[in-house]
């Protein structure tokens, strides 16, 4: 074979394996709605099944460019299959969504510090739906809060168990090598 079939070869590996884990977070996220309905908040967010994980863990795998394209797809894949809250801006749509699962491909930048990626990819997710908070549901702010500190403590209560959930599982599948696992 030639380089540039070998190098198509491993591309076509990558993007279906970003397949499979968009397929799997998806699935994990879609049973947390429909047995875990009461971990799901009115404005939106959840904590999930560890639906975060096989992004998080592609991440982890292949690097920053094809950890965010997962968290972008996944991301848009969320929007599509799952009762979401959207508002009528097409800004929020992008920072809820693609912008913010997207984020989670961040993890890939410290391949070698599993549970410092967990940590940058999922504040990364905060901050655009912390800004989303901010900017598009300030008037659901608890009475007597102010948007700023409403939108970090709502985004908060769900994505900070999610990142515990998520921690503990890349620490498990990291102490048992699994990161690189061939798939």
Do not use: C
Not at 37 to 46: A, E, I, K, V
Not at 93 to 121: E, N, S, W
Not at 162 to 181: G, V
């Amino acid at each position: 074979m030639s380089k540039i079939s070998i190098e198509k070869v491993k591309e076509a590996r990558i993007l279906a394996e970003l397949s499979v884990m968009v397929a799997v977070a998806a699935a994990l996220h879609y049973l947390s709605r429909v047995f875990l309905p009461f971990l799901h908040l009115p404005q939106g967010g959840s904590i999930t099944a560890a639906s975060l994980v096989p992004i998080l863990w592609f991440a982890l795998r292949r690097g920053l460019r094809w950890g965010v394209e997962a968290g972008v797809v996944f991301g848009l894949v969320d929007l599509a299959i799952t009762e979401t809250f959207v508002e009528t801006n097409p800004i929020q749509i992008l920072l809820d969504y693609p912008l913010a699962f997207g984020a989670l491909g961040l993890a890939g930048a410290f391949k070698k510090q599993p549970l410092i990626g967990v940590g940058v990819g999922i504040a990364g997710r905060f901050v655009f739906h912390f800004i989303s908070g901010i900017v598009f549901f300030y008037m659901y702010a608890w009475p007597g809060w102010h948007p700023v500190p409403y939108s970090a403590a709502y985004n908060a209560t769900y994505l900070v168990p999610e990142f515990i959930i998520s921690a503990i599982i890349i620490y498990i599948i990291d102490k048992r090598k699994l990161i690189d696992i061939y798939l």
